[in-house]
């Protein structure tokens, strides 16, 4: 027998070159329909990870090829399978919990080829959703109209949840089992909500929060924060940064003594340097800049 075979690999997520470990065949006792089974231990010669593999041998479909042999229809299982949808979104620890719970739970119910669940479970998400964001209403539909009135999602991104909604109503009235490229692309729809709604401002808030050494860095925070004042205001850098002065971790001084050399060669053109006075209540003398 081959010692190698062409087996999914799990870890590797494509078909790899396995090693069978062990084999075990057995041939049917039914004199109606001749069928084999062959049950193997593989390894990936890759990354090493032991999967099961089962080959049904359909020894009654077989047909001669062109050499004469006769090929029967194989049907090969293995396990564990392949995903049909992974989780996509990042951070996800960082979900509401009980959201969190329900979308594990729909992405297991898909994987497992239970189509019903998981529309089920797609509809509960939204309803968790509004749970977590207290979003008041009788049923399922107002909801997702409050979502929109509360300026969490948009009209467009309401139309798709509608969407949702009858998916699971389907599911749950009527028995009706979604089809998987449905299943799909409203997997797709709730993985953007989510990230919308929670992943996104975490991830940048994340990000705003590492400490800046460089002046390259330091202006982009500027660029950041900016904005927020008008033009022609005159105020300290630290009125500027606001809460952000903490990533600076003790060297304002030095990025404003750079920020006055760069501003002077102009090279820096978004501020000006402006009085050196007491601001607030503060009596000390602090440099101000002025907003351009
Ligand atoms: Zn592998």
Redesign the pocket.
């Known amino acids: 027998m081959a010692k190698t075979k062409k087996s999914y ?1 799990l ?2 997520n494509f078909k ?1 070159n396995h090693n069978i470990l062990s084999k075990h065949s057995i041939r049917s006792d039914n004199e109606d329909y001749d069928y084999a089974i062959d049950y193997m231990i593989v390894e ?1 010669l ?4 032991v999967s099961f593999r089962e080959e049904f041998v359909d020894i009654e479909s077989a047909y001669p090829n062109e050499h004469g042999e006769w090929i029967p229809d194989i049907t090969v299982d293995t396990y564990p399978k392949k995903s049909r949808a992974l989780r996509k979104l990042e951070n996800i620890h960082i979900l509401p919990k009980k959201i969190k719970v329900v979308y594990d739970e729909a992405i297991k119910a898909f994987n497992a080829d239970c189509f019903i669940l998981t529309g089920v479970a797609f509809r509960a998400i939204i309803e968790a959703i509004c749970i977590e964001e207290e979003i008041p209403g009788r049923n399922l539909e107002k909801k997702i109209n409050a979502l929109v009135r509360n300026k969490l999602i948009t009209e467009k991104e309401s139309k798709r949840l509608h969407s949702i909604r009858f998916i699971g109503n389907d599911s749950v009235h009527e028995m009706k089992v979604p089809r998987e490229e449905s299943l799909r692309i409203v997997l797709n729809i709730i993985e953007h909500l989510l990230n919308n709604l929670y992943l996104i401002d975490y991830n940048s808030k994340h990000h705003l929060e590492t400490v800046i050494d460089k002046f390259p860095e330091f202006t982009e925070l500027l660029s950041y924060t900016l904005p927020k004042f008008k033009a022609n205001e005159e105020i300290p850098l630290a009125k500027i940064l606001g809460k952000n002065v903490r990533r600076l971790n003790g060297r304002i001084s030095d990025f404003e003594t750079e920020l006055i050399t760069k501003i002077n060669q102009n090279e820096y053109d978004k501020l000006d340097v402006g009085k050196v006075d007491t601001y607030g209540d503060s009596t000390s003398q602090v440099q101000h800049f002025i907003i351009k």
Not at 46 to 49: F, P, S
């Open positions: 690999c870890r590797c790899t990936c890759g990354c090493e990870r």
